[in-house]
């Protein structure tokens, strides 16, 4: 990407699967200002790894209900 945005975090398409955990799945969810990281904080948080990728550590609550 000759803009320097080859490794943003912003239009990055994500697909969670299951219900482990109580992550609740069929439907979209808009992550703009959301770090994709996220994503994977819930799913750990999901099956009882708390804890943080780095400087993330929230989860996507809409995962959850």
Do not use: W
């Not at 990407?1 to 912003?10: F, N």
């Not at 990281?37 to 708390?50: D, I, L």
Request: charged letters at 15%.
């Amino acid at each position: 990407d000759s803009d320097g945005r080859a490794h943003s975090p912003t239009n990055f398409v994500m697909l969670v699967g299951d219900h482990a955990g109580g992550l609740s799945g069929g439907k979209h969810i808009d992550g703009d200002e959301r770090h994709p990281a996220q994503t994977f904080v819930s799913a750990m948080q999901a099956v009882g790894a708390p804890g943080a990728l780095g400087a993330i550590s929230d989860p996507i609550p809409e995962l959850f209900t």
